[in-house]
Nanobody, 122 residues
Framework: EVQLVESGGGLVQAGGSLRVSCAAS????????IGWFRQAPGLEREGVAC????????VYKDFVKDRFTISSDNAKNTVFLQMNSLRPEDTAVYYC???????????????WGQGTQVTVSS
């Protein structure tokens, strides 16, 4: 059974930092792209960043470039999203997801975690 488990969310003040993690099990980690999406109340889910363990591709949405960094520890089957200079508008549930390629379309991914709440206070 494939499982993606997010952790590391929480409450932080604007300008602060958080690192969220996605631990994967039940899949061949090196063959997958791991994406981070987020969904704020009343808004559609949106892509944030993605890393492909298959070919090394890393992509970010413009609104997180230079603030967020995605990385992968293949020995631990874990992907991290380091979030710096956080803003209130970054408040959302953050989900990690696994698929064969990086895409901003959620339907391109096969597996999803349960999400972790990130709240940024002003």
């Amino acid at each position: 059974e494939v499982q993606l488990v997010e952790s590391g969310g929480g409450l932080v003040q604007a300008g602060g930092s958080l690192r969220v993690s996605c631990a994967a099990s039940g899949l061949t980690f090196d063959n997958y792209a791991i994406g981070w999406f987020r969904q704020a109340p009343g808004l559609e889910r949106e892509g944030v960043a993605c890393i492909s363990n298959f070919d090394g591709t890393i992509v970010y949405k413009d609104f997180v470039k230079d603030r967020f960094t995605i990385s992968s520890d293949n020995a631990k089957n874990t992907v991290f999203l380091q979030m710096n200079s956080l803003r209130p508008e970054d408040t959302a549930v953050y989900y990690c997801t696994a698929g064969t390629i990086c895409s901003w379309l959620g339907k391109m991914y096969y597996y999803w975690g349960q999400g972790t709440q990130v709240t940024v206070s002003s």
